[in-house]
């Protein structure tokens, strides 16, 4: 069986690594990387290319947490009876961790905005794995599984 609460509680850890690296190393760095680089449109008005990166890199650690989070719920309700929908919910959240939030660290700290269009993949994993976690908690309070 896998550890889902161990690998939420890792990604939990290393979301909160990423988030101070961002609060704390990241903003003179994408200063300087992003000081040729236009402003983006938000909204209708122009933001600092340097701001958005640096708001696209905490939205990867803020999601990652978030997700972290789910996993160890994963975790808690796979403990006493594990299910397909459990297992599903797990791995969509790992690859939409990996997908998503890796996505929007890599082209923040790359300069690759084309690696943005990886995300939405890793958003619909995430989407795909609270559903399967509703399903498990169904499933575990009625004493059904998907698997048999």
Known sequence: MIGWSRAGAVFAALA???GAFAA???EKQFETSYENVPAKIVAGHPVPAAHKALQDFRTGAQYQF???IGLMLVGLY???RSSRALTIAGWAFVVGII?????LYLLTLLQQPKLGAVAPFGGTA???GWV???IGIRESRSG???SS
């Open 16 to 18: 909160v690594i990423l």
């Open 78 to 80: 796979a403990r006493d």
């Open 132 to 134: 399967a976690l509703a």
């Open 144 to 146: 059904e599984t998907a």
């Open 66 to 68: 978030y997700h972290a």
């Open 24 to 26: 704390h190393g990241l």
């Open 99 to 103: 997908l998503f939030c890796g996505s």
């Open 126 to 128: 995430f989407i795909v």
